[in-house]
């Protein structure tokens, strides 16, 4: 009787059947339409195909993220990590900044991932979620100044004791410290783990939330310097920033450190 029904529908009808099927009730939709060969009926199957294979794939890989950090808790024998990552160390203007993210590992946000894997829109929707759903985050800025007097390394390990300080002080037991990279030994409960952003769900988040910030914080210099395009390179070395040092000379939120080419000219 059902497939019977489903022959009689519209091909645009099938569609939004289909674009609404999970993986629970496709099979029985499939095996209802085997027998129509409408040339948009089939093509809306395999549509429907491709995407749940999608969705099945990204609902794996975020549970090998979870799995991965529960199982790094427990060998820690700790009840809440960290997670931290940066976000600008290479540019010549703007701030490092470090995100920090305690999750509640109970209850996954979806789309975690490395925040150079998705689109600004997706960075902005997850931010948010972040921010209200995570048992505690934070954001550690590190001025142009700073790292022209200290230098990188010194402005990192700054930053991301700083950013334990801060959440510690919020009366949670960090139990472990996880960093996206090679070992900086800031913190006995440090561990590190290579391209951690795309393992690890704290890690993801922290990289999520450090980016936004910064980005925005850069559009609002877009404002002050105009001159520049902070808003569209973010103070990264592009030709069209170089160029613009070159006619405008530095501000003061560029990095003189980095900016040894530029023979140190100011307009500020």
Known sequence: MYHLV????????????????????????????????????????EAARRRLAREAEEAARMEDMYAF???????????FAIGLDEVGRGPL?????IGAVVLDLARPIEGLNDSKQLSEARREELAAIIKDEAIAWDIVHVEPEFIDLNGMSASLRHAFTSAITHIEAKGIKIGL???DGNPMHLDDRE?????GDAKCP????????AKV??????????????QYGF??????????????????????????????????????
């Open 6 to 45: 489903m022959a009689e529908l519209k091909i645009s009808d099938i569609r939004r059947i289909l674009a609404d099927a999970d993986a629970q009730s496709f099979p029985a939709i499939e095996r209802s339409l085997k027998a129509d060969t409408r040339k948009g009926v089939v093509a809306a199957l």
């Open 69 to 79: 950090e529960r199982r790094c808790l427990d060998e820690a024998q700790a009840e």
């Open 93 to 97: 203007a703007g701030p490092l900044t």
């Open 177 to 179: 410290v996880l960093l």
């Open 191 to 195: 561990l590190n783990i290579i391209k």
């Open 202 to 209: 704290s890690i993801a988040a922290a990289s999520i939330i």
């Open 213 to 226: 910030e910064r980005d925005n914080l850069m559009k609002e210099e877009a404002l002050r310097f105009p």
């Open 231 to 268: 808003d569209i390179h973010k103070g990264y070395g592009t030709k069209v920033h170089r160029d613009a040092i070159r006619e405008h000379g530095l501000c003061e939120i560029h990095r003189r450190s980095f900016c040894s080419e530029f023979n140190q000219q100011s307009l500020f």
